[in-house]
């Protein structure tokens, strides 16, 4: 398998699992800051490599009326100084042409969203530009579907590639995670990650928002890691109740401890460590 080397760690083969943790748009300097630096005394206490993840535009959301994060030149400032001042690599999604190339200059890993990832132009773009390319499963493909993106990045001449599972659509405003889909995408030879709270997601099930089932997350999340994936995906907050975007399927902040920890554990037994 390929690894990734991203700051001092590595991605993908027999290492550990990586963390990509953050809330799901960035509200404001002050708690995105709060937030990462939480996560990095967290991650360094538990020996878990960490990527911060935040959206500066969320620009697929279900109203027009909600709220999409500061934009891409404020967005990127905080995200710049996130990654100066703590020292962590940074990941956020491009949705437009335009935001490539600024973005590609301060974010470690540029993240496809899932209804792009089959925008052949988009991605070889994004390919074309990133260090470190992640490109989310699309709701509507099938694991082997994958391959088909992994060969347009490869001959963008980008070879840090990660593929990211967020469920799979069944039926109306529901998702659903096939685990076997983990080993197929790995057997391609790139690092996986799976998105756990994304996969609890309900897509447009409150109406002019989506919904979601928090309390699944960390049996699907268990589930990933026992099936050797290379790194688990969460959507944190303070308060997901009073998030502005994807709160009901966020994880509450000080719950994750508990939940790395026991994750850590079955990662260490699956991997024989």
């Not at 995200?79 to 949705?95: A, N, Q």
């Not at 049996?219 to 709160?247: I, Q, R, S, T």
């Amino acid at each position: 398998m390929k690894k990734i080397k991203l700051g001092d760690f590595f991605i993908g083969d027999k290492t550990g699992f990586v963390l990509i943790a953050g809330p799901c748009v960035l509200e404001n300097e002050e708690t995105a800051m709060n937030i990462a630096l939480y996560l990095r005394k967290l991650t360094a206490a538990l020996d878990i490599p960490f990527i911060f993840k935040a959206s500066y535009d969320k620009a697929n959301r279900t109203s027009i009326k909600s709220y999409r994060g500061p934009g891409l030149e404020k967005g990127l400032e905080i995200l710049k100084k996130i990654k100066g001042k703590l020292k962590i690599p940074v990941l956020s999604d491009v949705h437009r042409f335009e935001e490539i190339g600024p973005a590609a200059e301060v974010l470690d890993v540029l993240q496809v969203p899932a209804f792009l990832c089959r925008q052949t132009d988009f991605v070889t773009e994004v390919a074309k530009k990133a260090r470190v390319v992640n490109v989310k499963k699309g709701q509507f493909l099938a694991p082997w579907d994958v391959a088909n993106i992994i060969e347009k990045v490869k001959a963008a001449g980008n070879e840090n590639i990660m593929i990211t599972e967020r469920g799979a659509s069944f039926g109306y405003n529901n998702l659903v995670f096939d685990v076997r889909g983990l080993p197929i995408m790995r057997n391609m030879g790139y690092p996986v990650i799976f998105d756990a709270t994304h996969s609890v997601q309900l897509p447009g099930g409150a109406g002019s928002s989506s919904g979601g089932q928090r309390d699944m997350v960390p049996y699907l999340a268990k589930a990933a890691v026992a099936a050797g994936v290379d790194g688990v995906f969460f959507e944190v907050h303070p308060d997901p109740e009073k998030a502005l975007c994807d709160g009901a399927n966020s994880l509450y902040l000080d719950s994750l401890e508990e939940l790395l920890t026991l994750l850590k554990k079955i990662d260490s037994l699956v991997r024989g460590k």
